[in-house]
C-alpha cells in the first residue's frame, strides 16, 4: 500500500507556511495552488493503533498537522470526480508528522523533501475509520486537534481549496490507487512542533479517533 498526502490544501495554511513560494513573495501575495500538490509517503512511514510516535534524532523541529484520511477500497484509474466517491467507503484521522528543519533545508536547495515527510512512522493513523454513511456531506466535516488537552487545529472540510474527490480524480491520473491506500488530504492552519511527552488527541465529528503520546 502506499500513502499519497496533499499539500496545501487549505488556504489559511498555505498563508502560515514559512517561504513555500521563496522569501521574497509577501504573505499576503503568495499564491494558491492552481492544482492539487501531492507526494508519496512509503508504508515504512505508517504508525498504526495509536501507538506512541518516536520524534527521530535527525531532526530538531518535528511539526505535527492533523488531517483527514480517505481509504482507498477499490482499483482507482483515471477515475472522474464524479464518480471518485465510489472509490472510498471510510474516512478516519491522521498526522502527517513533518521534519520541518528538513523539508526547509530541502526546499531552499530546490530538492525533494523525502527526508522530511517520509521517515519512519510519520504518518499516523486513527485505528478506527468511519463509514461515510455515518457521516454528514464528506466536505461538510469538522475535526479538530489537541495537544496535551489544548486546541491547537480546527478542520472543516468545506475549506479545502480541493475536495476529496476532485483529489482522487487528479491523482487517479498519474498513479493508480489500489485497496487499502490511503489519502492525507492537508493540514489546516495551526500546525506546530512536538516535543517528548506531548499527548496527541484528535476527533472527527465528536469522535476521539487519535489518542497516543509523542516520546
Ligand atoms: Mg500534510
Redesign the pocket.
Known sequence: MKII???MNYAEHVRELPGVWGGAVQQRERPMPQEPVFFIKPDTALLRNNEPFYIPDFSEDVQY?C?LVVRIDRLCKGIEERFAHRCYAEVGLGI?F?ARDLQRRCKAEGLPWEIA?GFDHSAAVAPVFVPKAELPDMQQLHFSMKLNGEQRQTGFTGDMIFSVDRIIAYVSQFVTLRIGDLI?T??PAGVGQVHIGDRITAELEGRILLDFQVK
Open positions: 498526502c496533499i499539500g498537522e488531517e502527517d513533518t515527510k492525507f492537508g493540514t
